[in-house]
């Protein structure tokens, strides 16, 4: 695959867990976002050949809209929001089961290699975590250690927490 050449937006909004910003293309696909103020941070995460040439300010549209319905209660809202991230076939499938992860209460690392088809890839699964650029519209937040310790989060176990509590509570 090659570079692209084409320019990707970025927005940025205030939540009560910090700021959060995400990058996306002209059609609103999210490629890269998370709890941060710094664009150029998040297009460092985006895969060198989908991460294009240029990032502008724009209006977030639908994308900002889904993170502050988030918030405001839709905890499906990011789902609804189309992502693109490429990699090999194992975390292309972890990323997609992890779409398909509902709020409520966390899933485990394994669990989630047996929702991407491979039970015995638990490494991959934390890879896959570790690894995704488009927090909160692939949830990654939502997957523990078995036992229920947090395990990482790239924007900091205080942010996960408050996520999961939030996914918790409304799914109670």
């Not at 084409?6 to 996306?24: E, M, S």
């Amino acid at each position: 695959m090659t570079t692209t050449s084409q320019t990707l937006g970025w927005a940025g909004v205030d939540t009560p867990d910090g700021r959060f910003t995400a990058i996306f293309d002209d059609d609103g696909v999210v490629y890269a976002s998370g709890w941060t103020d710094d664009p150029a941070y998040l297009h460092n995460l985006v895969a060198p050949s989908l991460r294009g040439e240029t990032l502008v300010e724009r209006d977030g549209g639908e994308v900002i809209a889904a993170v502050e319905a988030y918030y405001a209660g839709d905890l499906d809202a990011p789902s609804r929001i189309r992502v693109r991230q490429t990699s090999g076939p194992f975390l292309t499938a972890a990323w997609a089961a992890l779409r398909q992860v509902p709020a409520g209460p966390p899933v485990t690392y394994t669990e989630l290699a047996e929702l991407a088809g491979n039970p015995a890839a638990i490494r991959g699964a934390a890879s896959c975590c570790a690894r995704n650029a488009a927090a909160l519209f692939v949830p990654c937040h939502r997957v523990v250690r078995i036992g229920g310790a947090l395990g990482g989060f790239r924007y900091g176990l205080d942010v996960k927490q408050s996520l999961i509590d939030r996914e918790v509570a409304a799914a109670a």
